[in-house]
């Protein structure tokens, strides 16, 4: 095995050392009966042969690459400059380990305060903290913190923040006495604001929505950070961060923590995993943010310096005190996050949004005059939107495109019953006008 | 070690000194010694409740974390907040001000369950056998 | 010498810019049109305007001031910084891996779910489970799965009444953290003088109320439980389970296995043991199995294979639910099956020898300078203790430092709690003997050092960027971003402008 560096003539001589005879002398403390005779595995294979296998595997999937893909609903198929791979490449980023040993990581540590320095710019807060796992788990943990914050048991979820989030939620809060519940969405596909002042009640920690919605909605939250602070609750917001560039942030809404998935912002869709989990917040819950922070300080020399801060927090200090069992961040793909934002800086931010607008804006226009087709929801949006089918099934839709080599969008039906004749639509900068227009004739002949 | 005697002291290390009818709070020298610099405490609220050996502040070095326990059963009517801006004052001055909050007690007899300073250095004293 | 490397905002210049995307496509359509005015961001976000070129440079020359296990030897404890093969990135990045959209039909994914299949079947079999979910993101994401599972099983038993999770004091923090979090209650159970759960106490600690053991194995001493049986015995006689914490997993490839030893739940850091990197912090991925009697409550959705079709199995109505969103971190499942079948049968198990090998020579080595409290073979990793050099005003985080110098990256320190000054050292089936001489003659001038100069290891270390950091002073006055660094002035004062070197004694 090329990956082991001892020779046999060295294991020999290490056991010599060692005053046995052979390895199992090691291990007598295994009792017998533990021990195993033989993996029932295959044997190992070469790299040659192996890359063979597994390039084999890999095409029995169709990717975006090769098909025309319309999917969003979280994840979300975006341009990846070429620099972001070549940085997060660099294997003294993606071999180190967690920046514990400040003066051994200076790379990645200062990396970390780039990224929290620039995702707090981006949704307007004070703080960010290292990041979590993803969007979903980011989101169960902004409950949690205003759970824990204001000592309440109820939190209120707008039904168009992600299904899974919510369901991510409800799993956080399993087994506990915490309420979840779900403030619907009105004939607009907004959150319900008369639903939303009933609820509203002093056993209430937070209200958390989502921007755009999952329905693909922006939505107006002008005075809604009010009524929920005059409630005694928190305002959470869970965000696309490239919508961004272009919509208002949660800091600008009046959020209290903006959290949400980075996957947007440069990190390639690996079947919905691994992204990046962002959590922001403003300074008055500095103390209660879950996970890593990184901090400037000075060192012995006086030098300005990087190093992991606030650490009492966390759960390898507290232990069953801990606010969160989180020990991890997605570092890595907060450097990808880190190296996509210095690139596009704020202009190309603006112009990556607003393409991904024009984009969605003129497809749903153009889908919206076939005949068979609407457009429930006429509100602004990023990129994507509902699309009814009057005559079809979503299901007969999306099979038959996805002959012709084309993801058609997501069933919404299985999240949302009442709206089991829609699709939802996406559509990027990836897409030229020419593969819209290819897209829009295809539905015309199914419709 | 100094230990005054006009307090009362708890095994946990806070102490508790009646003032009028009140019981103003803090941690010994040695506790503040234990945790090194303090760099953040979380302190109760103004009303809220305590009971006597319940926790009820958090105080945070860069290697630890330590709850603060009441030691006795009452109201929180102050919190010094001037540990939030300068919390080394604990490590400075933690009998004078570095205290931390003070309490009403419901049941003043609830002090005759501390130790007096000769107690608790001996209690710090076989601790250290 | 400083050679602080500007912040990326501080080499923002108005014009640059980074980035290259089309700006034609559409360009008839007017945004101001499509959106509601009232949407639109008044305060920009103040990104940095940079060249390519530039950013490329500041990214390179910060990597640069990492140690990574591609540069450096990393001995730390329960971290098996093992070697990352390059295969594995170089498959995980295959198109027809990276560019899957989760919600592509499931005809579409048929090879994804065929290696989340096959690599649930590696898993099962390595460690004697019934069925793993790929779902949690990292090993303590894992650890609450498992408490979830738990809670769902004796739920499921009507048994309410188990609320105490007992962890050894030698677990790792995630432990306690993870089942607090949940809402059990912690009972810590003593180790005994030979380092191991002691078993006659714990007799004592099980009862109604006990919800499950947490235990790790090989422990964080590097040692075996070898009373696990009778340990095993006492737990589930009292109706409790059995949590393994997979981090020692590396120990155990292809020698034993914790679903013989009776463990219930197992949860594996697929970043540990099958070497996915670390990516200086994460992402990992921490797969948990179960025996078929806590199968009904894994998280949705599961894979199946059904009519020689792969599926995405949701029909679990007793689940605990979704932990994230969509399936787990698939890049990191693809690296870690790619590890699984390049080393095979043989290869695992020879690495778990060597690296158990590698660890009990590192040992015999040092013992002549550290006192190692338990005198018996280790498994894949020990604690050592700086002790002796503890008398001379010299403590672990010196040596620590101080290795850094030596271009070896600091063992685990001060960890497990219960031993003092504690150095826990994990060597990895991935070093050579060649290099584990080195780091032990490292350690052993280093405590000579601290005999005859121990105000060096106090200050060490003297060849890296940096030197002790400020912990208080990041604590006290937390500067976390840039806005907060401009508004900072303590510490403008003394830094120096870039590039100009400055003297140091």
């Known amino acids: 095995m090329n990956y082991l560096p001892l020779t046999e003539t060295d294991r020999q001589e290490m056991l010599a050392d060692l005053g046995v005879k052979n390895f199992e002398d090691l291990i007598r403390v295994i009792p017998e009966k533990l021990r195993l005779k033989d993996l029932n595995l295959p044997s190992g294979t070469n790299e040659l042969d192996l890359t063979r296998e597994l390039r084999e595997l890999s095409a029995g999937n169709q990717s975006t690459a090769q098909a025309l893909s319309f999917l969003g609903g979280g994840y979300y198929e975006h341009f990846i400059p070429s620099i972001i791979n070549h940085v997060i490449s660099r294997s003294e980023f993606y071999t180190a380990y967690t920046p514990y040993q400040a003066e051994a990581s200076q790379g990645t540590l200062q990396t970390i305060f780039e990224y929290q320095s620039m995702i707090a710019e981006l949704t307007g807060m004070d703080i960010s903290n290292a990041s979590n796992y993803d969007g979903a788990s980011a989101t169960a943990e902004a409950a949690l913190l205003a759970l824990r914050h204001t000592g309440r048991n109820k939190v ?64 107006d939250f002008e005075g809604v950070a009010k009524k929920v602070h005059d409630a005694g609750a928190l305002f959470i917001m869970s965000v696309n961060p490239l919508s961004l560039g272009l919509f208002k942030s949660p800091g600008e809404w009046g959020a209290d923590i903006a959290v949400g998935e980075g996957q947007s912002l440069g990190i390639p869709m690996s079947l919905g995993g691994p992204g990046l989990g962002f959590f922001a917040v403003k300074k008055e819950l500095l103390r209660k943010i879950p996970g890593r922070l990184v901090g400037m300080t000075k060192d012995r020399n006086g030098h300005r310096c990087f190093a992991l801060t606030l650490q009492a927090r966390e759960q390898h200090i507290r232990r069953e005190k801990a606010g969160s069992n989180i020990c991890t961040n997605h570092a890595l793909l907060a450097l990808a996050a880190s190296v996509y934002l210095a690139a596009m800086g704020k202009e190309g931010l603006r112009k990556v949004a607003e393409y991904n607008v024009r984009s969605s804006v003129y497809l749903r226009e153009q889908l919206a005059k076939i005949k068979g087709f609407e457009v429930p929801f006429k509100g602004s949006v990023f990129n994507e939107f509902v699309l009814k089918s009057a005559k079809k099934s979503p299901t007969e839709i999306v099979q038959k495109l996805q002959a012709q080599n ?42 | 070690m100094n230990f005054p005697s006009n307090l ?16 103003v709070v803090g941690i010994t020298e040695y506790a503040q010694h234990e945790l090194s610099d303090v760099v953040y405490v979380e302190l109760p609220k103004i009303g809220q409740e305590v009971k006597q050996g319940v926790a009820c502040c958090i105080v945070e070095s860069v290697k630890a974390a330590f709850d603060i326990y009441a030691p006795i059963s009452g109201k929180i009517v102050e919190i010094n907040k001037k540990l939030e801006s300068d919390p080394a004052l604990i490590n400075r001055d933690p009998y004078g001000d570095g205290w931390f909050f003070a309490i009403t007690p419901s049941n003043v007899n609830e002090l005759n369950n501390l130790m ?14 | 010498m400083n050679q602080n490397v500007s912040l990326i905002f501080e080499k923002s210049r108005p014009g640059k810019r980074g980035f290259s995307i089309p700006e034609k496509h559409f360009s008839d359509l007017d945004v101001k049109a499509l959106v509601e005015p009232n949407l639109l961001r008044k305060q920009s976000a103040e990104l940095p305007s940079v060249s390519e070129p530039e950013i490329v440079r500041h990214f390179v020359t910060l990597s640069q001031k990492n140690f990574s296990v591609d540069t450096n030897f990393y001995p730390l ?83 309410f009444k188990r609320t105490q999770v007992i962890v050894p004091d030698s677990s790792h923090g995630t432990n306690p953290a993870s089942a607090a979090l949940f809402g059990f209650s912690v009972v810590t159970v003593k180790s005994d003088e030979r380092g191991r759960v002691n ?54 490839l292809g020698l034993a296995r914790p679903g013989d030893m009776g463990f219930d739940i197992v949860h594996l850091n697929l970043h540990k043991t099958f070497s996915t990197p670390h990516g200086g912090g994460g992402p990992g991925a921490g797969p948990v199995g179960v025996k078929e009697r806590l199968v009904p409550f894994l998280p949705a959705p599961l894979v199946d294979k059904k009519d020689g079709k792969y599926v995405l199995n949701y029909d679990i109505p007793q689940s605990i639910g979704r932990l994230r969103s969509f399936y787990g971190n698939f890049g990191m499942l693809i690296r870690a099956y790619t590890f699984i079948r390049r080393h095979g049968r043989e290869g695992l198990n020879q690495t778990s020898r060597d690296a158990i090998l590698n660890a009990n020579y590192v040992k015999k080595k040092v013992e002549k300078h550290f006192v190692v409290p338990h005198a018996e073979f280790c498994m894949h990793e020990f604690v050592a203790q700086a002790v002796k050099q503890n008398d001379l005003g010299v403590h672990a985080t010196d040596i620590a430092k101080r290795l850094l110098d030596f271009g070896f990256h600091a063992p685990t320190i001060y960890f497990p709690l219960i031993v003092p000054e504690a150095m826990m050292i994990e060597p990895t089936e991935s070093e050579s003997k060649e290099t584990l001489d080195k780091f032990v ?3 052993n001038v280093i405590a000579d050092e601290a005999v005859d100069f121990p105000d060096r290891l106090r200050q ?32 403008h004062l003394q830094n120096q402008p870039v590039g100009v070197p400055v003297h140091v004694e």
């Open chain 1, 156 to 219: 209120l979820v707008a039904r168009t923040l992600h299904p899974e989030y919510r369901e991510t939620i409800r799993t956080y809060c399993f087994g506990s006495h915490f309420d979840i519940v779900d403030v619907p969405f009105d004939a607009a596909g907004k959150l319900d604001q008369a639903a939303l002042v009933s609820l509203l009640k002093d056993d209430v920690a937070a209200l958390i929505v989502a921007s755009p919605n999952f329905l693909g909605l922006v939505e």
């Open chain 2, 8 to 23: 009362k002291y708890t095994k946990s290390h806070e102490w508790g000194r009646q003032d009028g009818a009140k019981i």
């Open chain 3, 77 to 159: 404890g329960s971290c098996t910084m093992k070697y990352n093969p390059k295969l594995n990135e170089d498959v995980a990045r295959f198109e027809g891996f990276a560019q899957l959209h989760p919600y592509q039909p499931e005809e579409t994914i048929q090879g994804a779910l065929n290696l989340m299949f096959d690599l649930e079947g590696a898993l099962k079999e390595i460690t004697g489970m019934d069925r793993f979910t790929l779902q949690p993101a990292a090993g303590a994401h894992g650890e609450l799965a498992g408490m979830m599972l738990v809670k769902a099983y004796h739920d499921s038993r009507k048994d």
């Open chain 1, 406 to 447: 084309i993801f058609a969008g997501l069933e919404l039906g299985e999240f949302y019953p009442e709206l089991k004749d829609s699709l939802l639509v996406c559509a990027t900068e990836t897409k030229t006008k020419a593969e819209l227009d290819r897209f829009i004739d295809a539905m015309r002949a199914v419709s």
């Open chain 2, 116 to 129: 007096p300073a000769a107690g608790y250095e001996e209690m710090l004293a076989q601790g250290a056998k």
């Open chain 3, 441 to 443: 003659d490292a350690m």
């Open chain 3, 199 to 252: 078993l006659a106490e714990l007799k004592k600690l099980v009862g109604p109320e006990t919800a499950c053991l947490m235990l790790t194995n090989p422990n964080t001493l590097g040692l075996f439980e070898d009373e696990i049986q009778q340990i095993q015995k006492a737990v589930h006689d009292a109706g409790g389970l059995l949590y393994y914490d997979g981090a020692n997993m590396n120990a155990l």
């Open chain 3, 460 to 491: 060490a270390p003297f060849t890296l960027i940096i030197s002790r950091p400020d912990d208080v002073l990041a604590a006290r006055q937390p500067v976390l971003t840039f806005k907060d660094y401009q508004a900072a002035e303590h510490l």
